[in-house]
């Protein structure tokens, strides 16, 4: 299944293949992302433990230039790398991203894309986000299109609904990923409740990105004791910055992986 921008600036609409009900299986022994057999390999079909997942696409308006974001099959390897490693956490399949860091007449010139849901999440309440993170396959070139911390970052558009700002119902909050354990390969599941950094693109509160905060800082700041923060939009992103071409599977939202196939996204059951 294509969600993408393809280079030529043509939107490629999405030919949905009709997929079969998954049925839930029982619980199986989990990691620290809820992983069947604690190494994210699962059944190897794709199936797994859970259900087709609806509303996931590239966020158009989130979008900019030509960017790809592509449910795909793989990426397997890189060549002579076997184990777990060597292939997608969740069935055979991941979502692709390809962004460029000089193709608009924009400033800066570089592309953006989010991969989201801007139903699901719609008016879940911040501060009951717990369980957040993805695994991704990041490559050597990555690392020298931008540093070990040209990743992409997970999103979600929110109403900060802080006292202090009565008129402002719009922010993003963004996880900026440390750099990736090992490159051209999988990575193991990464936190993003307990490693990297976040903040929030309005300036709403002292959490910006010059001003690093942690998840549970970034949380604390949006308590001022207004109404509480809630979610717009969830999506992982890449953009705007540097170059990257890689994938990304198994992201965890609360006590659910969705799960990256090339015939859709499935969500996942966790503990």
Same mark, same amino acid.
């Given at each position: 299944?294509?969600? &993408?921008?393809?280079?030529?600036?043509? @939107?490629? !609409? #999405?030919?949905?293949? &009709?997929?079969?009900?998954?049925?839930? @299986?029982? !619980? #199986?022994?989990?990691? &620290?992302?809820?992983?069947p057999n604690g190494n994210g390999n699962g059944n190897g079909n794709g199936n797994g433990n859970g259900t087709s997942a609806d509303h996931?696409?590239?966020?158009?308006?989130?979008?900019?230039?030509?960017?790809?974001?592509?449910l795909r099959n793989g990426p397997f390897g890189s060549f002579g790398v076997t184990g777990p490693a060597a292939r997608p956490p969740y069935g055979t399949g991941s979502l692709g991203i390809e962004v460029?860091?000089?193709?608009?007449?924009?400033?800066?010139?570089?592309?953006k894309v989010d991969f989201g849901n801007e139903v699901d999440f719609f008016g879940d309440r911040v501060r009951d986000l717990r369980n957040l993170g993805f695994h991704v396959f990041q490559t050597g070139e990555n690392v020298t299109y931008g540093g070990p911390e040209n990743m992409p970052n997970i999103r979600f558009?929110?109403?900060?609904?802080?006292?202090?700002?009565?008129?402002?119902?719009?922010?993003?909050?963004?996880?900026?990923?440390?750099?990736?354990?090992?490159?051209?390969?999988?990575?193991?599941?990464?936190?993003?409740?307990?490693?990297g950094y976040w903040y929030l693109t309005g300036n709403e509160t002292t959490c910006t990105q010059a001003a690093q905060c942690t998840f549970a800082e970034l949380?604390?700041?949006?308590d001022d004791g207004g109404e509480e923060a809630t979610v717009l939009t969830a999506a992982v992103g890449k953009g705007r910055d540097h170059m990257w071409i890689g994938a990304v599977d198994g992201l965890r939202i609360n006590n659910r992986v969705y799960d990256f196939e090339e015939d859709g996204v499935r969500e996942r059951r966790v503990g």
């Open positions: 299944m294509r969600f &993408a921008k393809r280079r030529g600036g043509t @939107l490629v !609409a #999405a030919a949905v293949a &009709a997929i079969a009900a998954a049925t839930l @299986l029982g !619980a #199986a022994p989990a990691s &620290a992302d809820g992983s996931w696409g590239v966020i158009t308006r989130n979008t900019i230039g030509s960017p790809v974001a592509e460029a860091d000089n193709s608009t007449t924009l400033n800066p010139p570089s592309e558009e929110i109403d900060p609904n802080l006292s202090a700002l009565p008129a402002d119902n719009y922010s993003t909050m963004v996880w900026v990923p440390d750099a990736a354990p090992v490159t051209n390969r999988w990575s193991p599941f990464l936190d993003a409740t307990t490693t949380k604390a700041s949006l």
